[in-house]
Structures are given as C-alpha cells and as structure tokens.
C-alpha cells in the first residue's frame, strides 16, 4: 500500500504560480512513476504529468512549457510547478502514483483555481 498526502492548491490570478506537492509514504520501495492528473467539472479526468524513478518527464501538451514536474526520490515526494496559470487549468488535481507491478494509487485531490 502506498499513502499520498498531496498540499498547495488554491486560487490564484490568471498569470500566476502555485506549486503542487505530494508525499508518499508505505510501500515506497513499489514505485515506478509519480505524477499528476486533473478533472475538471464535467470533464474525464487528464494527465498532466509524470515522472519515473529514472527522471524521464512526460507533459500534456497544454502544460508544456507551463508546468514542470519534480522528484526528490529522498523525500519520496513529487512537486508539480505550475505557472502561467490559465482559468482553463481550473480543475482538481490528484496525485498518481504507479507501482513497479502496474498498481495505481490516488491522493484525495486538491483544488486549483484560476480566476480575477
């Protein structure tokens, strides 16, 4: 089992930066990829991003050059640096987690909101 508490999500001005983070604790030695996903109102939930224990990145196209993703792997924990925000990045954003043995687990979500 693997445990997620993700933190830093809020609202924030067309424009600006927040920076997402997530812990990971319990069965740490399982994790193969890290990263994030977000759903907003009546949307499928997305990719954002991912990042394997090797450091390979992986962005949807509406974050590149936007987002940048993170892994201290002493830490066990992934940061997600959004700026340049847009009202369309408005959404709940979870944290991802992937097992070498291909089992996903979720955190609880955190609120992003871009608004004026």
């Known amino acids: 089992q693997v445990q997620l508490v993700e933190s830093g999500g809020g609202l924030v001005q067309p424009g600006g930066s927040l920076r997402l983070s997530c812990a990971a604790s319990?069965?740490?030695?399982?994790?193969?990829?890290m990263g994030w996903y977000r759903q907003a109102p009546g949307k499928q939930r997305e990719l954002v991003a991912t990042i394997t224990s090797g450091g390979s990145t992986n962005y949807a196209d509406s974050v590149k050059g936007r987002f940048t993703i993170s892994r201290d792997n002493a830490k066990n924990t992934v940061y997600l640096q959004m700026n340049s925000l847009k009202p369309e990045d408005t959404a709940v954003y979870y944290c991802n987690v992937v097992t070498v043995s291909g089992r996903h687990y979720w955190g609880q979500g955190t609120q992003v909101t871009v608004s004026s």
């Open positions: 319990g069965s740490i030695f399982s994790i193969y990829a």
